[in-house]
């Protein structure tokens, strides 16, 4: 390449293409995506992007993990009520906007029997979940739920009833869902619901 | 038709019919559905088949209607600790069947963005929830839960997490999956969260 590539383009590219995925994914879903239209729709060369990300598996696995972690970040804010409600109300922002909806539909594509990404997206999933345990394990440091509570069942009933509206009986949720979920997960780990065998 | 119809035929010709429809969703999935396999698969002439339902919608609703019907009965012990573990037992064992994996497809399907049922899939669930709320008020009958307790919501929390399970992590259910959740269920109620406005 003869252009000189300044401070920050690498970055640039990396964002203007991920938002591209989503929005490719939104438009077309899953089974018309393709690196050819997210390198067009970007106006950024195609072998840009290859030498990024070898196929269309590692850039939607990217992209979605990318888009959770944006819009759904991580709170911290002292108490564990006032974290489980925010997280369940940026999970239901997130799951009404257009871009969470076309990463629930990679997501329960495997489910649905459709040509999918086997296991990037639950991977996705599940990392997040993952990095979303401090959030309980320093709330039993605080004292605030009991210390034998096991993370992941925690945040997995705070999240549930929000997944299951939304992609099961189809119901809007809001903020009054998201509070229920975080009263529902904080009532369960208080009755001591989560704790370790 | 020359040939006589003994009776029952046409009960046994729905069965088999519907049975089909399963076997088809599960094995090509709902895209490639098509009445004329159904037909086929079942050796009954899809003239019989059109007559009874119009189009594979109407099939597909009643498939799915019928099969969440005969495969998670709606129990009645006389104790909603064991009703509800009954009825997420069922959950279970049907979500790791071959025909409650079609269903589910079949089900989130819209979520995926696919040329789906939009709505008739659904109707079948929150038909199917509507039919399972006599669990919940026999129980506050009994005095077993508090009176104000909204059935729909009880149900629906013990539900989430094993579709949650299902769908979205891939993890695998079994009865421990069930009775976490009929006793999560069951705690939410008691402590008052499921209470109407």
Redesign the interface.
């Given at each position: 390449m003869s252009r000189s590539a300044p401070l920050g383009r690498g970055t640039k590219v990396r964002t203007a293409v991920l938002a591209a995925t989503i929005d490719e994914l939104s438009e077309r879903?899953?089974a018309a995506f393709t690196i050819d239209n997210v390198a067009q729709r970007t106006g950024v060369h195609k072998t840009t992007v290859y030498r990024r990300w070898p196929d269309r598996e590692a850039l939607i696995a990217e992209a979605l993990a990318d888009s959770v972690a944006t819009d759904i970040p991580i709170p911290d804010t002292g108490s564990v009520d006032d974290d489980l409600r925010a997280l369940a109300r940026s999970l239901v922002t997130w799951a009404n906007s257009a871009s969470g909806r076309?990463v629930?539909?990679?997501?329960?594509?495997?489910?649905?029997?459709?040509p999918a990404p086997p296991n990037s997206a639950?991977h996705v999933?599940?990392d997040r979940?993952r990095q979303t345990l401090p959030v309980v394990t320093r709330a039993i440091a605080r004292g605030e739920i009991p210390d034998a509570t096991d993370p992941a069942e925690m945040i997995?009933?705070l999240?549930?009833?929000i997944?299951?509206?939304?992609?099961?009986?189809?119901e809007p949720v809001d903020d009054n869902t998201a509070d229920?979920a975080a009263?529902?997960a904080l009532?369960?780990a208080r009755?001591h619901?989560f704790a370790h065998d």
């Open positions: 879903g899953y076309a629930l539909a990679v997501m329960v594509s495997t489910a649905a029997g459709l639950r999933f599940r979940i997995k009933t999240v549930a009833p997944y299951f509206r939304v992609l099961i009986t189809g229920a009263t529902l009532t369960a009755a619901l």
